[in-house]
């Protein structure tokens, strides 16, 4: 899978000038091949105050400084990189490096604001054609290919008929094919995080100056440097948790993944954090302080939810249930996690940037793990990595939805190319997965795979 890693991914080494020499990010250049592809990898083009004291706040709790999260192993602490094109200090995306490229091709047609609404197939359970709620239908040549995430495939295909027979029964849609795992196994990560008042500028004081505003405008759009240059987390660190933190049943639950696989990962966010019910910005306290916050990350999560419908239309949004921190081993790493961010606001490199010592969201009141989770429930947010609806398996896996090459179990001439297809979650970020499955998958199309 390597070379479908970095076939999309044109890297760019971080810029010197927009750095400090004791800040500058280490990287290791044979993550990337020279020739790369269209998708921009590389770093901000500013600095955060707050991020520089984290290297060595990381390494006080024991958390050592690596030089590349590219290489294949996450444990360590580094600036990551991002899909940013450096010279614009712009997203980098699917949209932009891929499509924009070649909408003008005779061989491919875009449909703006059309939502699909069925998967119809023929007598042999063939995918034939999708209609879509303009009322055309849209015939296949060969095969119909599904990237709708990992929320509406498992919704279109469930409208369709393939999913689980009762299910379906229910809602009066006709069976295709009886596959119990369509809308199962949904996995997703999760953030959350104690905030403090700091003695450093950061982005929410910055952009939300008026006095500021222009200036940073200015220099955004004539030299993309600034603080709009930056999206706000850029340090991040991922560790397996220390063994005083959890119980003898968590440590032998945990003992089951590899070695180079994270329980947490940690990220640095130039705001504040508090209840997630409310705006992430709006809801910073307005008393003239400047925040930060360390968002925690559990990886391993065991807890599992579902997709389901409730009716036979796309227009009608599926049901999610993340049902997130369910499973007592989560629990334990959530509150773990937690603890080891606290950490860290305790450390000598942080210590000396803190307006003040004491916690301010969600505050030292907040001490019991029962009162520590109660907190992560009220406050979590999706890290919208959501996946694996659709999940990846064997022909004769009845929980399996794809095979490996995407296509659908049960039927034929239909594709699901999304993180819905992916086996299970990755520790980490799943972008630069959902690239290189892409990549992938296209290679067995072309080859009449």
Known sequence: ????????????????????????????????????????????????????????????????????FNLGSLLGAQY???????????????QTAFLDLCQARPNIKIFQQTLAKKVLFDGQKRATAVTVDSGLRLNAKKEVILSAGAFQSPQLLLVSGVGPAEALKKLGIPIVADRPGVGQNLE???????SYRVQLDTILAETSDPAKAMPNLMEYFTKARGPLAHSGTDFVAWEKLPKR?????????????????????????????GDYASPMFIGAP????????????????????????KSADMADLPIVDPNWLTDPVDQEVAVAGFKRARELFSTKAVKAILADPVENSPG?????????????????????????????????????????SGKVIGVSGLRIVDTSSFAMLPSGHPQAMVYAFAEKIADEIKAGK
Not at 188 to 194: E, I, R
Request: glycine share 4%; with cysteine; charged share 20%.
């Open 1 to 68: 899978m390597l070379p479908y890693f970095q076939r999309s991914c044109h890297f760019t080494p971080p810029d010197h000038a927009s750095w400090s020499p004791h800040t500058v990010p280490q990287y290791n250049s044979k993550s990337f091949v020279p020739e790369g592809g269209p998708l921009q990898v590389s770093y901000y083009n500013n600095v955060r105050p707050f991020s520089t004291h984290l290297k060595a706040a990381f390494n006080e709790i024991g958390i050592p400084t690596t030089d590349d």
């Open 80 to 94: 990551c990189t991002n899909t940013v094109d450096p010279t614009t200090a712009t997203r980098s995306s699917a």
């Open 188 to 194: 997703d990560h999760v953030m959350y995080g104690p």
């Open 245 to 273: 933190l959890l119980s003898k049943d968590a440590i032998a639950a945990l003992s089951d993944l590899p070695d180079s696989f994270p329980d947490v990962e940690y990220m640095s966010m130039d705001a504040y954090y």
């Open 286 to 309: 307005k008393d003239g302080y400047n925040y930060v916050a360390l968002l925690v990350a559990p990886m391993a999560l065991r807890s599992r939810g579902t997709v389901t419908i």
């Open 364 to 404: 030292p009141a907040v001490e019991t793990d029962e009162q520590i989770l109660d907190t992560i429930r009220k406050t979590l947010s999706a890290l919208f990595h959501a996946s694996t609806t659709c999940r990846m398996g064997k022909t004769d896996d009845p929980d399996a939805v794809v095979d490996t």
